[in-house]
């Protein structure tokens, strides 16, 4: 069959999407990189927010309307929390659960027999047409924390981790096939090797000494999963000086009703000491603004944590604590109540006018904080891992520096997945401008 396969949301679902690629051209199929030319077109959905939710149905829909005769099967934490929402779009031929995901090119396989209809082959077409150079690798699945907005850890149950050497062999098969970066993704990455005897920073040891991956990079960590001891993995430099620790709010009477295990200051902390022991470290976050509460009184902390949901107190508080962490990158999220949480069941919900106010006051301070951050990097000699051309302009490359600067250039040659070094000279739209030389 002739697959085409697409993810919405985390690096989890990119990780999964990647891996069923390899999956189906293992069984004999191809990748097809348009979705008209489909036999079978897979969806990993997103349930994290009603915007992934609406993200996941408008691409179910739009695949139908694209490819009328596909097959087409639908996956993921929207497919798992929501089977009946994606059934009442219609004309879904499949929906599998989180649980069978890893059954799925089984799966299509005897569905494919019997109602897709086999297109010839396109010549050349088989795992790179995904066209990522970057390679999300999946450690571990699942989440025992119960944060009080997040649905994930109900969509995808109890921390499981992959065995150490499936890992292993994982990124060395990426390796061999000319993979220059891996991400290690998982739900809860932090909580890694906890069910094996393991635990994260033995796996990050162990990858940088057994296989020859240029660059790993870890992705979203808890703070309190980052332990002083996992600092020294830094001292290689194939680790990349990135950190996401997702602080979700500046204001410790906003964290406590989140169910958060720290304070600002120890966050701050944290912070500070990573900066410390990784010079050029970017730390990257995400944040929730409009966080309901439970009622009038429902925190002790003075004036803030007495209002209707997250007070405007509090908001200003948690966006001055985000000022002066001066992150690299911000991911804004407006609260969104996902059923069976138990912020979805506080009476005192913000008004969708007032969350966008509040993202958009984020937002802007994102863009300054991530200036701020190039900036101190203008006229630095940085190691570039370049990306694919644009679509619509041959010349036009984009790349990462191993510290999360998103770099443009342009170049007759190629540049595709190589790490080259590359002079930043100033800011552009969406990141640095940089020269290769
Ligand atoms: N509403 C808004 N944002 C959410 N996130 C998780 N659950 C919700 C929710 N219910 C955000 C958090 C998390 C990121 C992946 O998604 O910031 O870190």
Known sequence: MRVYLQSVGCKLNQSEIETLARGFVRAGHWLVQACEEADLCVVNTCTVTQVADKKSRQLIRRLRRVNPTACLIVTGCYAEMSPQEVRAIGEVDLIVGNEDKERLVELAES?????????????????????????????????????????????????????????????????????????????????????????????????????????????????????????????????????????????????????????????????????????????????????????????????????PGETPDEFAVSLSFVEKMEFARIHVFKYSARPGTAAAEMPHQVPYAEKKRRSEAMLELAQESSQRFCRRFSGRRMEVLWETPHRDDKQAWSGLTDNYIRVMTRSELSLANTIASTKLEGLVKGGMYGEVS
Request: glycine share 10%.
């Open 111 to 307: 569905l494919g027999r019997e109602s897709c209809g086999s297109k010839a082959p396109i010549p050349g077409f088989h795992a790179l047409a995904l066209g990522h150079t970057r390679a999300f690798v999946k450690i571990q699945d699942g989440c025992n924390n119960r944060c009080a907005y997040c649905i994930v850890s109900l969509a995808r149950g109890r921390e499981r981790s992959r065995p150490r050497q499936n890992i292993l062999a994982e990124v060395r098969a990426l390796v061999a096939a000319g993979c220059k970066e891996v991400v290690l993704s998982g739900v809860h990455i932090g909580g890694y090797g906890r069910d094996l005897g393991t635990e994260l920073g033995q796996l990050v040891e162990d990858i940088l000494t057994e296989t020859m991956v240029p660059r790993l990079r870890l992705s979203s960590i808890e703070p309190w999963d980052l332990e002083r001891s996992l600092f020294r993995l830094w001292e290689n430099p194939r680790l990349c000086r990135h950190l996401h620790l997702p602080l979700q709010s500046g204001c410790d009477a906003t964290l406590q009703r989140m169910g958060r295990r720290y304070t600002t200051s120890q966050y701050a902390r944290l912070v500070a000491v990573a900066r410390r022991l990784i010079p050029d470290l970017a730390v990257t976050t995400d944040i929730i603004v409009g966080f309901p509460s439970t009622g009038p009184f429902d925190s002790a902390q003075g004036e803030l944590g007495t209002g």
